[in-house]
């Protein structure tokens, strides 16, 4: 067996239909412990999360607001995934599979708040004054240290896994979008040869601009991440997700097809499309709530890593930003996605069902409205953004997990490493990267869904508490 078909082995079981069902499982079970408050407190968690987007909380040194820890993880989370892995999930598993991913976001954002609340409660502050927290925390402070063990193995797979699904292959989405816009507007670039491979020229100045400005935001601190986040996540996802409602409001008439063809490709695929595709159920399954975890991560363990450095000192409210990014991550802006896509293939964008796309299918969809070009446009800067801001934050993520390791003094060295990596990245081919950075990223669950069950009541009745006041 080669490397790459033993990466693809282990991939495979990282996101494979045991792992999916007990992601989702663990959902099931701490949202029927918390009395479902992503349904019945639904209201309440919105008017306290974005409905207070613009009041001003003071955050002392070494911590930033709620909102800026709620957005650090956003960034995170809404990357190239919600465009180009959407339309992946789509294709190889059907319109049905949108309807999965909503499924799995419903459950996700009451793992989200779990994780969350656990980070805030058990976090700690570092030599340099920040709050640091996450699953290695709350493994070590709520599990016990003899737990340690498992908080390590968290931050190994962490801060390896950064490199690639927070780092090289986000990196290259933008390169490749890049050159693609810049050719359907017919400028040609020079090109160099590595190890055999032709690259632009563009790429390379792409990678060192992204690493530069990485490199701008990460050695400011906590601080500065909050701060530039609080200013992209909002404008990058308002962009996306109003150019997409003006093509669905162009696309109005199709809105009820496009619902009937969701509802009935999550039992039968072929049934929505009209013709025999070879997409089994299993398929439409596994690509929607496949796509629904990789997108807002809850479970996995990562954003509580932000979320963790917030003013907020009260673990439940902080919770509820948990609750929201799911929800506008998964339900909003996929959603858009799907939303958009669909409307491209009833107005004769070809789709080849069951076989993997990508973010040019959603260029040619947008293309149907705003012609090819400006759709070009549109999806390459939604693009670049999404990718730009899931560096920032998996570029803290890794040092968090490196820090828990090693401790403070080797911070720098790994910022240096992850900054050089974006221009390798930029000029890389990552079909293997891509690969070991999913398979990473998908282990990393399990030790922070083993924390999350064994902290549930804690959780619980912290819950229970609150809102036996408000």
């Not at 390590?152 to 927070?166: P, T, W, Y």
């Not at 696309?251 to 089994?280: E, Q, S, V």
Request: charged fraction near 10%; hydrophobic fraction near 50%.
């Amino acid at each position: 067996m080669s490397l790459s078909e033993f990466v693809k082995y282990l991939k495979d079981i990282a996101w494979g239909p045991y792992m999916l069902t007990l992601l989702v499982c663990t959902g099931v079970f701490l949202s029927y412990r918390v009395g479902f408050i992503q349904l019945t407190k639904f209201r309440y968690i919105m008017k306290n999360t974005i409905g207070k987007i613009f009041e001003k909380k003071q955050a002392d040194e070494g911590e930033i607001s709620p909102f800026q820890a709620m957005t650090t993880a956003l960034a995170a989370t809404v990357g190239t995934g919600n465009i180009a892995g959407v339309t992946g999930a789509i294709a190889i598993g059907g319109p049905g599979a949108v309807f999965w991913m909503w499924l799995s976001a419903f459950f996700g954002m009451v793992t989200k708040y779990t994780e969350v609340v656990l980070a805030v409660k058990y976090r700690e502050k570092n030599e340099q004054g920040e709050w640091v927290g996450g699953p290695m925390y709350y493994i070590k402070n709520g599990l016990g240290p003899k737990f340690k063990w498992l908080a390590s193995l968290f931050c190994v797979l962490g801060a390896l896994a950064a490199f690639g699904i927070g780092n090289m292959t986000q990196i290259n989405t933008i390169a490749s979008s890049m050159n693609t816009l810049f050719k359907s507007f017919g400028f040609t670039s020079g090109t160099f040869t590595v190890l055999g491979e032709v690259i632009p020229f563009t790429s390379l100045i792409i990678g060192v601009i992204a690493a530069l400005l990485v490199a701008l935001v990460l050695f400011g601190g906590i601080k500065r991440i909050g701060s530039v986040t609080e200013m992209l996540v909002p404008f990058m996802a308002l962009l996306y997700v109003v150019t997409a409602i003006i093509l669905i409001i162009f696309n109005i008439h199709l809105i009820d097809d496009i619902f009937i063809m969701i509802i009935k490709g999550a039992f039968n695929a072929d049934a929505a499309l009209g013709g025999i595709f070879g997409i089994t159920i299993m398929k439409t399954i596994r690509n929607g709530i496949g796509r629904g975890v990789f997108s807002n991560e809850a479970g996995l363990g990562s954003a509580p890593m932000a979320h963790a450095s917030t003013s907020e000192t009260n673990p439940i409210k902080q919770g509820f930003y948990g609750v929201f990014e799911v929800f506008m991550d998964t339900i909003v802006v996929c959603s858009m996605t799907s939303f958009v896509l669909l409307c491209g293939y009833l107005n004769g964008v070809t789709i080849t069902w069951g076989q993997s796309a990508g973010a040019e299918l959603i260029s040619l969809s947008m293309g149907t409205v705003y012609g090819n070009q400006i759709g070009s446009l549109i999806i390459a800067i939604c693009i670049s953004l999404f990718a730009l801001s899931t560096l920032l934050s998996w570029s803290l993520y890794g040092t968090r997990c490196c820090e828990f390791l090693f401790g403070t003094r080797f911070n720098v060295i790994y910022q240096v490493i992850f900054i050089i990596f974006i221009v390798v990245g930029a000029c890389a081919k990552l079909d293997l990267v891509w690969d070991i950075a999913d398979t990473l990223n998908g282990f990393m669950a399990i030790p922070n869904l083993i924390a999350l069950l064994g902290l549930s009541n804690i959780v619980v009745n912290a819950t229970k508490e609150y809102f036996k006041h408000n």
